[in-house]
């Protein structure tokens, strides 16, 4: 199999699956239990939370243990509501876990803004300051696009921040972001950052929210405290401390570097395996044009003129090519939202897929993922024309 929807998820590294018999078998502890055993485990977790919080670059804060992005980020926004005379701030090109979210805080009747993005699929930086005032109490925009693969400017939102509403709390979903994208916490004014195992090599189960002022924050759920009393419920200790080993193995910088030449030399070859097929009209081109202007190695949209991205999802499936189809959480329903905001016709999201990669990927792998996928492209080409 070549998988290339690393974006949906990742293998987990085979490290973790050692830790976790250790955690569930041999030190199975509750750490809010007091006995040595128990002890041990609660140090060793907040022993993860220091180390996760080295990683993100950040010089204070905590952070909390939750199962998936998803939970980190209703947590952070409906953690962050309060009564008033208050406004959310939201970017239209949101995961579901959180455009979903702020549509519903609409139904709610809290005051919403979706900002717009802008063509090259960032999100619009004048219409964001537009928004911002002193009633701003949450502004939530996301690190990188699950869909596109653009990176949002964490700096230039930060400084919109502190310049418009410097009491606002600037929530950043980073699930594509983190140990994807070199950045620190500490250079930016991010508040809150949510981020998820499974997208990095570690289980499904086990994701994080770093929190910078866990007093501005309400719990979702009431119950025995743990977590600051922000999230009760006993720790996942075996999914935490896989979490630390998959950080701990991964170098952001060398994978950076190692993925920017995956995608050079995937586009090379699927360009010259059949750079008109995929030329026409809004061709792939232009979608790796998109992806590079300020786009993340890990993802890129491609587009198959002429043949739906679902055809080719499943044609590619069936000789063992995996590639997705935007957010998997959203992919079994019609249209892109994302894609349609940032101005591509019908037509052509419809003959949209996404790629994604990971470091670990062999040139062999990405050649040939390539050159099957020119293949099974052209091939189906030539049956419907
Ligand atoms: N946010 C983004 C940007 C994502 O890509 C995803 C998953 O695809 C999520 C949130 C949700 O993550 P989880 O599966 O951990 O709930």
Known sequence: MIYLDNAS????????????????CNQFFNPSALSGG???????????????LSRLGASEGN??????????????IRGSLRSGNWEYVFSAGEHPSVFNLAKKLEQEDFVVHFVPLAKNGQVDLECLSNVLNERTRLISIMHVSNETGVINDLQKISALKKTKCPRAILHVDGVQGFLKIPFALRDTAIDLYSFSGHKFHAPKGIAGLYVKNKGGLKELFEGGGQQFGLRSGTENVSGIMQMRKAIELIDEKANFERTKEIKRLFNETLLSAGARTFGEGVSVEKCILINDYCGSPYIETLIFQGVKGETMLHALDAVGVVVGLGSACSSKKAGNRVLEEIGL????????ARISFNAYMSNDEVITGAQIISKVFQDILQRVS
């Open 9 to 24: 998820t990742t293998k987990m590294f085979d490290e973790c699956a050692e830790i976790h018999k250790e955690f569930s």
């Open 38 to 52: 128990a002890l041990q485990v609660s140090k060793l977790i907040a022993d993860a939370e220091k180390y996760v």
């Open 63 to 76: 952070i909390l243990f939750t199962g998936c992005a998803t939970e980190s980020n209703n947590l952070a």
């Open 345 to 352: 016709e019908k037509e052509t999201i419809v003959s949209s």
